[in-house]
């Protein structure tokens, strides 16, 4: 028999290898060439400096929400509102990167704390009313989402537009990119978010493991009654995973405002981060490594599709299909280990 | 007077905008009413555009001015195919409602724009040139306010999404098929122990919520949008599942809440025309329904009672 353990490494890897089988058969079915077309995600994704920087640029956001949605998850809570954190964090970020002017030292870290407050603040209403009121968290941050997305949308072209439909740039102080950065990786976009990044990982993976406020959180994850039961205060560990988790989304719009872009611009519809962390949190079995493991996988995905068109042809969608495929299977992971279970009764 | 004034050129754009979100939130009731949750309707409305679009532009010659009902029925079938997805993740191999919604999105708009891309060279298809065309009724259209209000200038697609909760009603609350279904939601085990299938009853109410949203995303696109391309439907599902809370899991209440989104969307349109609204910023208005939404969950407007078994995977012998 497989202990959990194993199963839990099976499961992600059985999925991953089945989306690729998937991605090589639609790719058969309309006549391209399945070996073309990794080739060139493979190229587009590592093939040179460039779009190595590229994928740990797309990577740093994924993380961050990743980890932002695996934490709730441990705590039993379903974070599906990352995607309004982000705006909201992104918003705050860049805020404080064109009004303030400060010395690098103190402003960045000052617009990055703020960005995650942002966040933190907006996940404390779904974390509220689920503790007070026993509301379902996913569809208030469902609704929180489109609030956060229009707000946000409102804010940027009452006060901060500056040409078209985005802000003006932050100030150089509050920024995440650097000219050494930059040349290294061959002229991306790649900044020091990977950093904090790490940092978050690495909190997470402390909190949850070694200390007593993320024990009472786990347990409040596995059983809400037995937690309340053995004297743990169920309501206040709600509100805060919420928060926690609200921080970590805030943070990977710090990521994009502070980093990538430099600047907000308006969006028509949402910038899918919030949900591709709920694939990333997934995959990586809702721990900290496999957060960062797996948003590894989905920002060279993400990058290296953006090849494929150009070289083997394959419309670069072809990847978003590829990612459902495999939360699909993760979330079946039943189907997985009846199929594993199957095999080994069999050799017997 | 000016009350009625601004009700009357505003109505037929109420129901204009409500028909999409009245058709996908039926189908919510129907499938978390039998206990399963789906976020997936964003994705079942997306299916639902494109393959309407695409049956329009391909048989449009063929069929001349039946086209836009038989691309609505053929969206039904396709969306309501390709939501047992959903039903075989969430009920057979009991995997997480929620994700599997979310897989349900992101797959349903990877295979549109996919195929788009494939069939059309671009990321978005021509536009139709056999939509839905507004109709004023005949007779009814005459009667003084009410006729301009409701009969005048309306796709009739409106009507038919009208009489669809009306029909859902009947199901779900007359019929034994209604009682069944809404047992499965409340109490599977109970349900189970009657002779019912839980899981037959299940897998028809997610594949009823496809075929009704698969309408939703194809009235969208044949009114609204015209064609199809990745922010077609951008969403109008997650508004509907939130007309399906608001109107508290109640087909004529999701109606009901359905209408007043819409309602609420229009005037983000043409509120700027009118005085008494013309110093209210866009984006109350747009941020509107899920404010209420919110609102209402957290029981300021009421208490909105989930079935009991909503989003929970139903496995034989266990309590």
């Known amino acids: ?348 | 007077m000016q009350i009625i004034d601004l009700l009357q050129s505003m109505m037929p754009m109420v129901l204009f905008y409500s028909a999409p979100l009245i058709f996908t939130a039926i189908g919510g009731v129907f499938s978390e009413r039998s206990g399963v949750v789906n976020i997936g309707l964003e994705g079942l409305m997306v299916m639902g555009a494109f393959s309407g679009i695409v049956f329009n532009l391909t048989f449009a010659e063929m069929f001349g001015s039946l086209t836009p009902w038989l691309s609505l029925l053929v969206a039904g079938l396709v969306s309501g195919i390709f939501s047992i997805m959903h039903a075989v993740a969430a009920v057979t191999l009991r995997a997480n409602q929620v994700v599997s919604g979310v897989a349900i999105n992101m797959i349903a708009l990877g295979v549109g724009i996919f195929l788009t891309r494939e069939w059309y060279g671009s990321g978005q298809t021509n536009s139709i040139v056999e939509p839905f065309y507004t109709r004023s009724v005949r007779f009814l259209s005459d009667i003084p306010i009410i006729g301009e209000m409701f009969f005048s200038g309306i796709y009739y697609i409106a009507y038919i999404a009208i009489l669809f909760s009306i029909l859902a009603w009947f199901i779900l609350y007359k019929t034994p098929f209604g009682l069944r279904l809404r047992s499965v939601g409340e109490h599977p085990m109970a349900a189970d122990t009657n002779g019912i299938s839980v899981t037959k009853i299940r897998y028809i109410a997610v594949i009823i919520s496809g075929f009704l949203a698969g309408l939703g995303g194809a009235t969208y696109a044949l009114t609204i949008s015209l064609n199809f391309g990745g922010a077609t439907i951008s969403g109008q599902g997650f508004m509907s599942l939130a007309a399906v809370i608001f109107g508290k899991w109640h087909p004529l209440g999701a109606m009901g809440a359905a209408i007043f989104f819409g309602f609420a969307q229009s005037l983000s349109v043409v509120g700027r025309n009118f005085p008494i609204l013309a110093d209210v910023p866009n984006v109350y208005l747009i941020i509107a329904p899920y404010v209420l939404t919110i609102l209402a969950l957290a029981g300021f407007i009421g208490r909105a009672e989930a079935p009991k078994a909503n989003g929970e995977p139903y496995i034989k012998g266990s309590r």
């Open chain 1, 1 to 348: 028999m497989f202990s959990n353990r194993t199963f839990n490494l099976i499961v992600p890897i059985f999925s991953v290898l089945l989306g690729f089988l998937v991605g090589a058969i639609v790719m058969l079915a309309f006549g391209y060439s399945p070996i073309e077309g990794y080739r060139a995600l493979w190229n587009g994704a590592f093939g040179n400096a460039y779009y190595l920087g590229e994928t740990i640029r797309q990577s740093i956001p994924l993380m961050l929400t990743g980890l932002a949605i695996a934490f709730a998850f441990r705590s039993g809570l379903f974070n599906i509102g990352a995607e309004g954190q982000v705006f909201v964090g992104w918003l705050a970020a860049v805020w404080l990167g064109i009004v303030v002017d400060l010395p690098t030292i103190i402003h960045l870290p000052l617009a990055i704390l703020v960005a995650g407050l942002a966040g933190a603040l907006w996940a404390l209403i779904p974390g509220l009313l689920k503790a007070t009121r026993g509301v379902h968290e996913v569809v208030v941050t469902i609704m929180m989402n489109y609030i956060a997305l229009h707000l946000s949308n409102h804010i940027i072209r009452a006060y901060l537009l500056e040409s078209g439909s985005r802000t003006s740039r932050i100030n150089e102080s509050a920024s995440l990119r650097t000219e050494g950065l930059t040349t290294l990786f061959g002229g991306s976009q790649i900044h020091w978010g990977f950093i904090i990044a790490f940092i978050a990982a690495i909190i997470m993976w402390f909190l949850l493991e070694r200390t007593t406020y993320g024990y009472e959180l786990r347990a409040v994850g596995y059983n809400k009654h037995a937690a309340h039961y053995a004297g743990i205060n169920v309501k206040r560990n709600i509100i805060m995973a919420m928060m926690i988790s609200g921080l970590f989304a805030g943070l990977a719009g710090a990521m994009e405002g502070l980093g990538t872009f430099g600047s907000m611009h308006t969006h028509a519809s949402f910038s899918n981060l919030g949900f591709d962390g709920i694939a990333v949190a997934l995959l990586g079995a809702n721990t900290a490594i496999g957060s960062v493991i797996s948003a590894f996988l989905f920002g060279a995905l993400k990058v290296g599709s953006l090849s494929m068109p150009p070289i083997s042809g394959v419309p670069s969608e072809l990847v978003e299909i590829i990612i459902a495929v495999i939360i699909f299977f993760v979330a079946s992971s039943y189907m997985i280990r009846w199929i594993v279970l199957r095999f080994k009764k069999e050799e017997k």
